[in-house]
């Protein structure tokens, strides 16, 4: 009955738009709050262009992937949803996504969008996720502290030798002022910003389809030796040791920390919130140079059976527009197709432009239980980044953390 | 409502006599209560164990399983390693609040000046909700931005500031002294309503005998105060038992997954996880455990022969 009201008072309200006809549909899509501040300025913005219109909904991050399981199972899911892209694999593996294979080959920029997002994507040789929003890690030094230390406030640290030495002459400047700073109980952050390290230097942390882990690596090892030394050496705030996550942006923002591992949504996040402090951004380097990033950001996943492809395809393609790609970059992401990444970002601040290549460059773990080996606060990644960077025995932490991911991989559903 | 209206009107139903309309009359003022129970617990309940026996994903196909969920939790080391550390927090935990509350019940029981201030500053915490005082005191506790580090730091008593949440001990023993500042003056209440219905001329006769204060406190109010103990006992086991807000939100289970209890671990695999099934055969385990544990206290507790 309260369906009902709401799709007439819906009806009502398109017709009274003066842009509706009796053709037009409406169709409802999701989106995590990370997403709630470009997310409604796109719907907007093809709302006002367009006779078929989108109900958005705005989901808290940590819910929203429950309220989706509960609403599909009883029948009531949304036609979308833009979706954190790791999670695109379980859901198609859970068999509740829409095959997209055939759309997604037949868009003329197919090749272009960021291809972490095209692989977390597939499943099985099959397509369920496009790209929709991205956040790609990259290092961001505080460039008064710099300056302040006798550094050169324009040059980033471009490897780990860099980083040690540049966090500890900040460090020397006393006071609150702290060398470098990470989230260290937070296994998302870590995965985002610390993995790069690895990545760039030639290692991994998970077989390139997800079936085995490879914790057990030289390189690994040298990225937590890196983390550890400074740990030591007294540069990262007492603090860092207990973070779950809630200082990843804010302990660089208070203007205090030399560096830090952050994302592209810290330039944005930076810029409008906290316009006095001057920073740089550089990416995230290897031991001895080289680089990496994770890509991050949102798939956009289409229900599977919805009747609504028509308008969610209408709706993709929008957003897939130079428009609809630079009012993303606006607003906070940045933008997933490459071959237009350029022209979108053109008059915002140049600093998206190392953001930019760092995404067209980045990489994301595949697994379909992303969740429970790295994200869930309570499991293997999590529980071994605090034991290797603060702990005593970082031998026995990788080797349990071995274990326990392999043994979550082989349990998982195969199908 | 409707109900009571269409079955008490008819003035047939007068013709009834005696015990049995009494019964159908005490049914109806029961009926409320009854359908509460039946809608909101027992058939939850019998969902709960009827989802235990699946397979059963958040997303995708569910399959009926039969006891294989069970046979998992067998072998489930890390929820056997949850459950060992709610048995050890709710020992302590029960000690502590006791040693706490029984004190503070003894020193507001009789009317003295300021009793209703002392009163009202012991119960104010147990009025806030567990997750809000779980965020307050994850502030306090915490290492840059909190109270107690910073403070000991600032006064000069350590030279270093202190991360309180980092190793096990001191991050396990200010959870204790949170629940302790929250729940203790809840249990102070109910001891103080037990104390206050001793009758006084008991005690009265009793120092006519000449009983010290410490015989009187063994021989006359921890026998009369059984039925209260086991009352503020059965919460105190039962609560900490179930215990999750403050170690989901000030520790994460952490420092290193040392303090997930068991239906952190339930709320794990049910909502990280997305194993519905394994979550409600975990908690019909756990539902399990606790009413056996709660029918042993009652009859540890039980009435002696003759009292009353």
Known sequence: MRNLIAKLALAAAVLGSGLGTAAAETANIWVRADGSNFMPRIVDAYN???????????????????????????????????????????????????DITDWARSLPYFASPSPAHVKTGTYKDHIYGLPFSADASVLIWNKKLFKQAGLDPEKGPANWAEIAADAEKVN????????FYFSGNCGGCNIFTFTPLIWASGGDILSEDGSKATLDSPQLRGAIDLYRSMVKKDLVPAGAQTDTGANFFAAFAAGNIGISPSGAFAIGALNTQYPNVDYGVTFLPGKDGNWSSFAGGDNFVVTKGTKKLPVVKEFLDFAYSLEGQTILAKYGSLPVRGDIAKDALKDLDPRYQIAAEAMAKGRTPYSVVFNDLINSANGPWTQMINEVFFGDDVDGAIANAQETMQSIIDQAPQK | MTTIATTTAPPRA????????????????????VALVVVFFLIPLGMTAWMSLHNWPLMGERTYIGLGNYVAILRDTRFWNALKFTAYYTVIVTIAIFAVAFPAALFVERPRPLTNLYRTMFFMPAVVGFASASLLWSWLLNVDSGLFSPAAYELGLIDRKFNLLATFQPAFWSIIAMVVWKVAGFTMI?????????????????????????????????????????????????????????????????????????????????????????????????LVILVALSLVQLWLLRKPEGLD
Do not use: C
């Open chain 1, 48 to 98: 006002k262009g367009h006779t078929n219109q989108i109900k958005l909904d705005i989901i808290p991050n940590a819910e929203i992937i429950p309220k989706y399981g509960a609403a599909a199972a009883g029948g009531t899911a949304p036609d979308a949803l833009s979706l954190d892209l790791i999670y695109t694999p379980s859901f198609a593996a859970a068999g509740q996504l829409e």
């Open chain 1, 172 to 179: 020397a400047l006393g006071g609150n002022i702290k060398g």
């Open chain 2, 190 to 286: 109910i001891l103080m309503a037990g104390l206050q219905s001793i009758p006084q001329d008991l005690q009265e006769a009793a120092i006519i005998d000449g009983a010290g204060p410490f015989a009187r406190f063994r021989a006359i109010t921890l026998p009369l105060m059984r039925r209260t103990l086991a009352l503020a006992l059965i919460l105190s086991v039962a609560g900490s038992i179930l215990a999750f807000d403050q170690f989901y939100i000030i520790l994460r289970g952490g420092p290193r997954n040392q303090t997930l209890t068991a239906v952190y671990w339930i709320f794990n695999q049910s909502f990280v996880s997305f194993k519905l099934g394994y979550g409600a055969a975990l908690s019909m385990v756990l």
């Open chain 2, 14 to 33: 007068r013709k009834l006599v005696g015990a049995g309309r009494r019964q159908w009359i005490g049914l109806l003022y029961v009926a409320p209560a």
